[in-house]
């Protein structure tokens, strides 16, 4: 009874701790609630977790991955093969629409796959939407046609509202310099540091880079941002990790527990 | 879960028969049982305390629980409510006076997380309930079912989802009287 009261008191001394103040960081929800989380009520990149993330209020934005189909629409999905998360077999690019809108996810709800369009632009109002765009197709080990990737870019009208912030994300610098030729912001998705001193310095016009939170120190995030780029880390679960990550002040955390990581920045 | 459910039954006779007693099937005693437990759950590790009033048909508990994870790690305390309700299936009592109860459990839990609005989970679990020991006895419970996450959305709207829920806990109870 005794260790009760006392785990108890520990529990209640333990939450009052004060704590760092991380409001400053900008809190996005990995593909959603969170790319493959037990805790996450629907699954990544389905339309219900992205809608019901943007309505968490201290979510500051959502990221996504997309991929343009066979027949040039741009989808939501993570993965590079289909049969890894949905009812589907192939790649994304190998697919028409008629096709992947038959699909869903292996989940006890079932989510459609959705393409980018089907986004609610009244909820990404005042916040950020990050675009992860997958340039290659797996299954042929070919790059997708990039020419045809920003027309339909240039085609979705919500993207171009002031209202909602977009931040195009790839590990395609020719890309990257074709996105910005049409007046997109793009940050780079990298592996290191050296990597992202090495692009951004022959790239001076990109604004940031996405890189693995445990691929970066604080000294590193800080020797970044002297460059005036932003930084975003992604790949962290939990609370210590989300903790790791906030210490190091980068400009964004892309979290895959949008709970925890809001309950940390307030 | 059929493995499961067969080493619990492994466990359960080689405890009884271990001791070389016949097993005889009596009225067991109205009781109340102190017990802690952790509990494995969707959304976090839970540290249990629950109290059981035990007759010879029914079992009915109430529960406080915290969240390790949140509570301990996130400075945010998580604490959960419970009630359940078990029927003893199967209840025995040794010569030494072990006693086992094994039956079907209801159990309806309410928890409460403040991200920056409060976040409310509730659920409702079918599982099973298994009790073996005399004065301090092994608790064991497992479930699955449906919980539902409630919060106020930024423009104050009332937002909520459904999804599966699992639950699985060990403990160890104190009877008196």
């Known amino acids: 009874m005794r260790g009760i009261s006392g785990l108890l008191i520990l529990m209640v001394l333990v939450s009052c701790t004060k704590k760092s103040n991380f409001s400053s960081i900008q809190v996005v929800g990995h593909a959603g609630m969170g790319l493959s989380m037990g805790n996450s009520m629907f699954h990544d990149n389905s339309k219900e977790a992205i809608e019901f993330a943007l309505q968490m209020r201290g979510c500051d934005g959502v990221e996504v991955d997309v991929q343009l189909s066979k027949d040039g629409n741009l989808w939501l999905y993570h993965d590079t093969k289909l049969e890894s998360e949905s009812t589907g077999a192939g790649c994304v690019p190998n697919k028409t629409t008629s096709e992947l809108v038959e699909l869903h996810y292996k989940t006890w709800k079932k989510e459609k796959l959705i393409p980018l369009a089907d986004l609610d632009p009244s909820l990404l109002a005042g916040k950020t939407l990050y675009l992860d765009l997958r340039t290659v197709n797996e299954c042929l080990n070919q790059s997708i046609n990039s020419a045809l990737l920003i027309q339909r870019l240039n085609e979705i009208d919500f993207l171009h509202i002031p209202e909602i912030q977009i931040i195009l994300v790839t590990n395609n610098v020719v890309l990257a310099n074709q996105l910005m030729d049409s007046f997109y912001v793009v940050y780079l998705d990298v592996t290191g540091y050296q990597m992202a001193q090495q692009l951004l310095q022959a790239n001076p016009i990109i604004k940031g880079i996405v890189i693995r939170n445990s691929a970066i120190s604080q000294e590193e995030v800080k020797m970044i941002q002297n460059l005036g780029k932003k930084v975003v880390l992604y790949d962290m679960r939990s609370a210590v990790g989300i903790r790791k990550a906030l210490k190091k002040n980068p400009d964004s955390i892309m979290t895959d527990d949008l709970r925890e990581a809001i309950i940390e920045t307030n | ?177």
């Open chain 2, 1 to 177: 879960m059929k493995s499961f459910l067969f080493l619990v039954f492994i466990l359960v006779t080689q405890i009884l028969y271990s001791q070389e007693i016949q097993v005889i099937r009596r009225e067991i005693q109205v009781q109340k049982v102190f017990s802690t437990s952790v509990s494995l759950q969707k959304f976090d590790l839970f540290s249990q305390v629950h109290f059981s009033w035990q007759t010879k048909r029914m079992i009915y508990s109430t529960g406080l629980g915290f969240g390790l994870n949140r509570s301990c790690f996130q400075h945010q305390l998580f604490p959960e409510l419970g009630i359940g309700l078990s029927t003893n299936l199967i209840s025995l009592k040794t010569e030494r006076k072990t006693t086992v109860f094994f039956g079907p459990e209801a159990r309806i839990t309410h928890a409460f997380l403040r991200v920056i609005d409060l976040h409310q989970f509730t659920s409702l679990f079918l599982g099973y309930y298994f009790q073996i020991g005399s004065k301090w006895s092994f608790i064991h419970r497992a479930g699955i079912g449906a919980m539902r996450e409630n919060f106020r959305s930024s423009t104050t709207k009332n937002i909520g989802a459904s999804n599966f829920a699992y639950y699985g806990s060990i403990g160890i109870g104190y009877a008196w009287n």
